[in-house]
């Protein structure tokens, strides 16, 4: 999927995390800051890369804030960020264009 | 015709979670809820609408809540959202959703047509998936009893007193009197149909008191549970909703005695100083049935 314009997913609430992205300089770009980056720091990051990949996403800069959030919503906020940034709207949704659950979104 | 045990489980509770609080979502069975709702309707935002629904599927496929029904409540048929909202409950495989505003019979089937055209698309099976209806409106309320008997998949009805209370142009008093028509419409909707009846949430937190009060008098209707908005609630509710061992002691004797009565060609007697006949039979057989559910029945029938 292509990023098109700049998006943002989830809180900086306890469980949470949020997930910016922008369009990248031709490649992909991640940043992670978490409070428990010494333990789990590996794992979110094999979480969000194979998220990106399962949606195609190549050529991005993408930030995540983790506060401890699972890997169910990490890949939740990472997949709202980037639909978002790719121009998916509720209009659109509403007018047929449908989330692939299952396929990308899985 | 469904053959889903879903369909008569036991609700004492059934408590409401915003689908997008990572928070509230990742342990809530620790509580032991009959059912949770996760919310897509009122507690999301408009402009976060997406994000629940990424959150829901995920939750839905990965987290374990360890036998607690997962009710979905998805947005009215008014929005843009409830088609998408139910190609993502029946992909996750949700155990029942939950129609808000529901309003005709038309409403239960379009909602039906939906999950049927989701239940091929992910391949899942017809009836897997049931559904309640909320009625919020005075339409909705005066259209109960068509709305109970709109589709098989339907296992009950719901009061949701806050909208229904402005349709009526009146507020939440705490004495129930603004409620007192429809309660009793619904439950008797529900009943005539053989479909389970909830009542409305009841949200002052620190009135414990007053929450016991009304749990108490809407068991006494008839009422097979309770929407709630906190776990704190949760106790109260299955308390009041499970029979106490003198009751299932009680039913145990009548079953019991109708039983052995019956084969002798006996139909009114005395049990412990009061008149039993045929009548009371269902009632003791729902006590224990009841009382098994909740887990507390130790008895051989």
Not at chain 1, 43 to 53: G, N
Not at chain 1, 76 to 101: C, H, M, N, Q
Not at chain 2, 219 to 245: L, W, Y
Request: proline share 2%.
């Amino acid at each position: 999927m292509d990023v098109l314009c700049a998006s943002v997913a989830g809180t900086l609430e306890s469980s949470d995390a949020q997930v910016s992205i922008e369009p990248g300089n031709g490649k992909l770009d991640l940043t992670i800051e978490s409070s428990v980056l010494n333990q789990f720091g590996k794992q979110i990051r094999a979480t969000v890369l194979e998220t990106l990949d399962r949606l195609d996403v190549t050529n991005a800069k993408v930030t995540v804030i983790d506060k401890g959030a699972l890997s169910c919503t990490l890949k939740a906020r990472v997949e709202g960020a980037v639909f978002r940034a790719s121009g998916y709207t509720e209009d659109d949704i509403a007018a047929g264009k449908k989330l692939p659950w299952g396929g990308a979104i899985r | 015709m469904i053959n889903n045990p879903n369909l008569t489980r036991l609700r004492r509770s059934m408590m409401f979670l915003n689908a997008q609080k990572p928070g509230l979502i990742k342990d809530p069975f620790i509580y032991k809820p009959d059912s949770i709702m996760l919310d897509l309707e009122d507690a999301v935002a408009e402009n976060q609408k997406d994000a629940a629904r990424y959150s829901l599927y995920h939750a839905l496929k990965e987290i374990n809540y360890h036998g607690v029904e997962r009710v979905v409540r998805i947005n009215g048929l008014e929005t843009a959202h409830w088609k998408e909202d139910i190609r993502v409950c029946v992909a996750g495989r949700c155990d029942s959703i939950r129609i808000s505003k529901c309003e005709s019979a038309a409403d239960v089937i379009a909602v039906e047509e939906e999950m049927k055209k989701a239940e091929a698309e992910f391949g899942v099976e017809h009836g897997e998936i049931l559904i309640m209806a909320a009625l919020e409106s005075t339409k909705g309320v005066l259209n109960a009893l068509e709305i109970c008997q709109a589709s098989p998949l339907l296992f009950g009805i719901a009061l949701s007193g806050g909208d229904y209370t402005k349709d009526l142009q009146t507020v939440i008093s705490g004495t129930g009197v603004e409620f007192a028509w429809a309660r009793g419409q619904m439950i008797n909707a529900a009943r005539c149909a053989g479909k389970q009846c909830f009542d409305t949430v009841f949200t002052n937190l620190d009135d414990m008191e007053g929450f016991r009060k009304e749990t108490e008098m809407i068991k006494m209707m008839g009422f097979d549970g309770k929407s709630i908005v906190n776990p704190r609630q949760i106790a109260v509710c299955h308390e009041v909703f499970t029979p106490t061992q003198k009751q299932i002691i009680q039913a145990e004797k009548i079953v019991k005695e109708v039983d052995e009565k019956k084969a002798m060609g006996i139909g009114v007697f005395t049990v412990d100083g009061k008149m039993i006949d045929i009548a009371f039979y269902p009632g003791a057989k729902r006590t224990i049935e009841l009382a098994k559910a909740a887990g507390v029945y130790e008895g051989d029938l």
